[in-house]
């Protein structure tokens, strides 16, 4: 069974400049989770989807990250414009559709904003 | 406020030795617990699942418990490999909620 599959696996960009992740998903898993992860701490949430619906996404900074998951499948986030304390993994992850199930993360993109 | 602290921060031990990583948490109402093994530049990967009327699971040489009255669990490593040094996370979660509750992690060292 392929893993939850992350690109870029790197990007390093300017504050102020704008950056792209993809995530695609394991096939059959409905829900999916974009965290960010800071050195040295654990996974923060960022938006859950359910679907193609967001179940949580009260931990976003929507001022500057934006998150989509078109059919349900494959999902983006963006951020615009990117921050210094944005530098982080950013973990995708994807479970079953009922609730409780176990996460697949994928391997992250590592963002360093200079 | 619902959180999951966990120690010590980080642990070095030598090859072949065994260890016990602790994890406290303060979530209510607690449905279950799960231990996650992050190697570096990855992703988590699930090590042992555990829900409120459980008190030991065990993968390999991998051992959880759980004490849902003192709301404290830990994962024990025998015989530990150099394959074992990563960063290992507890994760809480409630009932009826997709939402889980990642501790900090600790980071082990494991020295031939």
């Known amino acids: 069974e392929a893993g939850v599959a992350q690109s870029p696996r790197y990007k390093i960009i300017e504050k102020r400049q704008s950056v792209a992740f993809w995530c695609n998903p394991i096939?059959?898993?409905?829900?999916l989770y974009w965290y960010q992860q800071i050195l040295g701490q654990g996974p923060k949430l960022l938006i859950q989807f359910q679907n193609n619906g967001v179940v949580d996404d009260s931990q976003l900074p929507k001022d500057r990250f934006s998150a989509e998951r078109l059919k349900g499948v494959d999902s983006t986030l963006k951020i615009q414009p990117a921050k210094l304390e944005d530098s982080a993994v950013y973990l995708c992850?994807?479970?079953?559709?009922?609730?409780?199930?176990?996460?697949?993360f994928g391997p992250g993109t590592r963002l360093l904003v200079l | 406020k619902n959180q999951v602290e966990q120690s010590p921060q980080s642990l070095i031990i030598l090859e072949g030795k065994n260890c016990t990583l602790q994890?406290?948490?303060?979530?209510?109402?607690?449905?279950?617990l799960r231990w996650y093994k992050q190697d570096t530049g990855r992703g988590p990967v699930s090590l042992t699942i555990?829900?409120?009327?459980?008190n030991t699971k065990s993968n390999g040489r991998y051992t959880a418990t759980l004490d849902a009255d003192t709301k404290q669990s830990s994962l024990h490593i025998t015989a530990s490999q150099l394959s074992d040094s990563a960063s290992y996370i507890c994760v809480v979660s409630g009932p009826g909620t997709y939402k889980y509750i990642f501790g900090t992690g600790t980071r082990l060292k494991v020295l031939a």
């Open positions: 992850a994807s479970s079953p559709p009922m609730y409780q199930e176990t996460q697949y």
């Open positions: 096939s059959g898993h409905a829900t």
């Open positions: 555990m829900t409120f009327s459980e």
């Open positions: 994890c406290n948490y303060t979530v209510s109402p607690f449905s279950n």
